[in-house]
């Protein structure tokens, strides 16, 4: 572990990824994501790793599609109209389990929007626009540390899932600068040694052709296609159960509870300290896997509660999987800011303790 | 003692493939697959096929290979040759895959001067999704989506790919060959071989353009499709070598 270093979150993520074996990467310049091409094309070469800038994020994505079922350790990264273009290169490694890592650093939408943070692409996360059946583990951290430490473990995450594997950021946590502690750096096969950690990849079969390896999509025969899903989805179905990642406060004892999740859920801590000097006990669900999304934790919520209330920077996304949590049991509330304005945590108490009295806490 | 006069290559798998009676995607996976064993390299190479008729390439080419988005398959090259810097990596393409949704990756792929070799069949329509126009559909040539023919005032003119390629200094070896005769047929095989020959050799990116035919979308017999890809598509697709690293453009 390297000490305590000052960075800048795109910097340090980018970091994060060559320490945990990237040599690959593939981008296309947007706002406010640039620090990772421009790091990666500076700092992967020091490390026999390779860089291309693509000629758009749909090239980025085939681009980390190739390398990625060719045995390599793959990032990609990306903000809100470029992970809309990332979406084909999605499905199509879910579907043929190759793995990546892909951090976006969101801003607003929707259509080319604006650069300022935004969580507007929370569906598009944890639904996704590609096609098909198919899921990505989407995790959110709300410091430029939590954001480190997921990308250095979704590489490891991604080979062992081979399917890809998202970090959401927003435009603040990519831009602001925070000390972080860097993780070591993890051993990189040559390639010629791939194939004894990876067996499925491409990588030429040498003289036994028994050995030949083939990466496809395309299941042309209903019940060849219908097995191989439920086999992806048997995949998915452990993995909700291990991934699943949550904090909480104050829940159990809570007379509100808000839901909130990456920058949001730091302001609202701050929120929620000046509501307890007001005499309202408020609780924080603060959602660290989107998908899998922690439902169950809802269970928890105390039964004199009044209101939970989901905060995001979106016209409420998040809020469609609080109410699956929630069941009806509890009136659900948004509160929210859009287009790139970020609530101050003054705004976000306010707020609440306006909707907690029209509830009639 | 008996000498075999002809033995099937070991680039292609016994299996029996799908493509129509009097259609060229067997020539040309054969002329590659050949080339490749003759060069000893089935083992140490990489194929990147196509969306189109030939999708299940990776059941008869016998080479590790995968399965592209359609027209993808150039950056999907360039990203595996970056983990691999030394093996043979290809792509093979049709004309909608390469010329149309894939254009941009394909340019930059040639003008990244990519270490692979690109394959591209042109047979002057889209195969797989019925006979619709290509980019590459002649001037008055009947398609499902130019059905009494294409004009240049509604859909353009056809695209010239090997001359539009070979304005960029990363392509350094672009040859036009046709699948119309044996004589033909075997120069064709000599362009794959010069092709992985500059590949191997690390000079840039090569592609060579297969003048093809599809008789079922072109409502022709297999010989017809001979007589209207000699007749109709061979003045305005000339032949030759566009590029070279001796030739320059
Ligand atoms: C994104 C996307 N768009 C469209 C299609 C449908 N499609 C499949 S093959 C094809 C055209 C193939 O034509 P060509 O590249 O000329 O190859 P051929 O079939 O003639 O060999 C199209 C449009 C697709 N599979 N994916």
């Given at each position: 572990?390297?000490?305590?270093?000052?960075?800048?979150?795109?910097?340090?993520?980018?970091?994060?990824?060559?320490?945990?074996?990237?040599?690959?990467?593939?981008?296309?310049?947007?706002?406010?994501?640039?620090?990772?091409?421009?790091?990666?094309?500076?700092?992967?070469?020091?490390?026999?790793?390779?860089?291309?800038?693509?000629?758009?994020?749909?090239?980025?994505?085939?681009?980390?599609?190739?390398?990625?079922?060719?045995?390599?350790?793959?990032?990609?990264?990306?903000?809100?109209?470029?992970?809309?273009?990332?979406?084909?290169?999605?499905?199509?490694?879910?579907?043929?389990?190759?793995?990546?890592?892909?951090?976006?650093?969101?801003?607003?939408?929707?259509?080319?929007?604006?650069?300022?943070?935004?969580?507007?692409?929370?569906?598009?996360?944890?639904?996704?626009?590609?096609?098909?059946?198919?899921?990505?583990?989407?995790?959110?951290?709300?410091?430029?540390?939590?954001?480190?430490?997921?990308?250095?473990?979704?590489?490891?995450?991604?080979?062992?899932?081979r399917n890809p594997v998202m970090i959401f950021t927003d435009g603040l946590l990519g831009q602001m600068m925070e000390p972080v502690v860097m993780p070591d750096f993890v051993p990189v096969p040559k390639s010629d040694e791939i194939r004894k950690g990876k067996p499925w990849a491409l990588t030429g079969y040498g003289k036994d052709d028994s050995k030949r390896n083939t990466v496809t999509s395309l299941r042309i025969v209903p019940d060849v296609l219908e097995k191989y899903v439920h086999g992806l989805f048997e995949k998915y179905e452990q993995a909700e159960k291990e991934l699943c990642r949550v904090e909480t406060f104050d829940i159990e004892d809570a007379d509100m509870v808000i839901v909130a999740f990456g920058t949001v859920a730091r302001i609202t801590k701050e929120a929620i300290s000046m509501l307890k000097e007001q005499g309202i006990k408020v609780g924080l669900i603060r959602p660290i896997s989107l998908w899998p999304f922690p439902y169950d934790v809802f269970n928890k919520i105390s039964p004199k509660t009044k209101v939970v209330i989901s905060a995001e920077l979106s016209m409420g996304q998040m809020i469609q999987d609080v109410e699956l949590g929630i069941a009806k049991r509890f009136p659900v509330r948004l509160i929210n800011r859009t287009g790139g304005t970020i609530p101050t945590s003054l705004e976000i108490a306010e707020r609440a303790k306006k909707i907690y009295e029209e509830i009639g806490g | 003692m008996l000498q075999p006069v002809f033995e099937y290559t070991k680039g292609m798998l016994p299996v029996e493939t799908n493509y129509c009676p009097g259609c060229t995607h067997g020539i040309s996976h054969r002329l590659i697959m050949e080339v490749l064993e003759e060069m000893d390299m089935l083992g140490n190479t990489i194929g990147c096929g196509p969306i189109g008729c030939s999708v299940m390439a990776h059941r008869f080419m016998n080479v590790d290979m995968m399965e592209c988005a359609h027209g993808r398959a150039p950056a999907i090259a360039s990203g595996i040759r970056r983990v691999h810097p030394d093996k043979l990596i290809f792509t093979y393409q049709g004309d909608g895959d390469l010329a149309s949704i894939g254009t941009a990756e394909f340019i930059h792929a040639a003008a990244r001067g990519e270490h692979i070799t690109t394959f591209f069949i042109n047979n002057a329509i889209y195969g797989m999704t019925g006979g619709q126009m290509a980019p590459t559909t002649l001037i008055g040539q009947k398609s499902t989506t130019t059905q009494t023919g294409r004009t240049v005032a509604q859909a353009g003119a056809p695209m010239r790919v090997c001359e539009l390629v070979s304005t960029l200094d990363g392509a350094v070896y672009v040859e036009r060959v046709a699948l119309n005769s044996p004589a033909n047929i075997n120069k064709a095989k000599k362009a794959v071989k010069r092709a992985f020959d500059v590949q191997e050799k690390k000079l840039g990116f090569s592609m060579i353009e297969f003048v093809s035919t599809c008789p079922t979308n072109w409502g022709l017999s297999p010989l017809e499709a001979i007589d209207f890809l000699n007749e109709k598509m061979l003045p305005y697709y000339p032949l030759g070598v566009f590029r070279s690293p001796e030739g320059g453009q």
């Amino acid at each position: 572990m390297s000490g305590k270093v000052l960075m800048k979150g795109n910097e340090a993520f980018s970091e994060a990824a060559i320490r945990g074996g990237c040599r690959y990467y593939f981008g296309y310049p947007i706002t406010p994501q640039n620090e990772i091409p421009e790091y990666m094309s500076r700092e992967l070469p020091k490390h026999d790793g390779h860089f291309i800038q693509a000629e758009s994020e749909i090239g980025a994505i085939m681009m980390a599609y190739g390398a990625g079922a060719a045995g390599g350790r793959v990032f990609i990264t990306s903000s809100s109209p470029g992970i809309a273009l990332f979406q084909e290169g999605i499905s199509l490694m879910c579907s043929a389990q190759v793995p990546t890592v892909i951090l976006t650093v969101s801003r607003c939408g929707p259509g080319i929007g604006g650069i300022q943070p935004g969580q507007a692409d929370y569906f598009q996360a944890t639904r996704g626009g590609g096609n098909g059946d198919y899921r990505v583990p989407v995790f959110a951290p709300s410091s430029v540390q939590e954001g480190v430490d997921m990308v250095y473990q979704a590489m490891e995450l991604s080979d062992k899932l081979r399917n890809p594997v998202m970090i959401f950021t927003d435009g603040l946590l990519g831009q602001m600068m925070e000390p972080v502690v860097m993780p070591d750096f993890v051993p990189v096969p040559k390639s010629d040694e791939i194939r004894k950690g990876k067996p499925w990849a491409l990588t030429g079969y040498g003289k036994d052709d028994s050995k030949r390896n083939t990466v496809t999509s395309l299941r042309i025969v209903p019940d060849v296609l219908e097995k191989y899903v439920h086999g992806l989805f048997e995949k998915y179905e452990q993995a909700e159960k291990e991934l699943c990642r949550v904090e909480t406060f104050d829940i159990e004892d809570a007379d509100m509870v808000i839901v909130a999740f990456g920058t949001v859920a730091r302001i609202t801590k701050e929120a929620i300290s000046m509501l307890k000097e007001q005499g309202i006990k408020v609780g924080l669900i603060r959602p660290i896997s989107l998908w899998p999304f922690p439902y169950d934790v809802f269970n928890k919520i105390s039964p004199k509660t009044k209101v939970v209330i989901s905060a995001e920077l979106s016209m409420g996304q998040m809020i469609q999987d609080v109410e699956l949590g929630i069941a009806k049991r509890f009136p659900v509330r948004l509160i929210n800011r859009t287009g790139g304005t970020i609530p101050t945590s003054l705004e976000i108490a306010e707020r609440a303790k306006k909707i907690y009295e029209e509830i009639g806490g | 003692m008996l000498q075999p006069v002809f033995e099937y290559t070991k680039g292609m798998l016994p299996v029996e493939t799908n493509y129509c009676p009097g259609c060229t995607h067997g020539i040309s996976h054969r002329l590659i697959m050949e080339v490749l064993e003759e060069m000893d390299m089935l083992g140490n190479t990489i194929g990147c096929g196509p969306i189109g008729c030939s999708v299940m390439a990776h059941r008869f080419m016998n080479v590790d290979m995968m399965e592209c988005a359609h027209g993808r398959a150039p950056a999907i090259a360039s990203g595996i040759r970056r983990v691999h810097p030394d093996k043979l990596i290809f792509t093979y393409q049709g004309d909608g895959d390469l010329a149309s949704i894939g254009t941009a990756e394909f340019i930059h792929a040639a003008a990244r001067g990519e270490h692979i070799t690109t394959f591209f069949i042109n047979n002057a329509i889209y195969g797989m999704t019925g006979g619709q126009m290509a980019p590459t559909t002649l001037i008055g040539q009947k398609s499902t989506t130019t059905q009494t023919g294409r004009t240049v005032a509604q859909a353009g003119a056809p695209m010239r790919v090997c001359e539009l390629v070979s304005t960029l200094d990363g392509a350094v070896y672009v040859e036009r060959v046709a699948l119309n005769s044996p004589a033909n047929i075997n120069k064709a095989k000599k362009a794959v071989k010069r092709a992985f020959d500059v590949q191997e050799k690390k000079l840039g990116f090569s592609m060579i353009e297969f003048v093809s035919t599809c008789p079922t979308n072109w409502g022709l017999s297999p010989l017809e499709a001979i007589d209207f890809l000699n007749e109709k598509m061979l003045p305005y697709y000339p032949l030759g070598v566009f590029r070279s690293p001796e030739g320059g453009q």
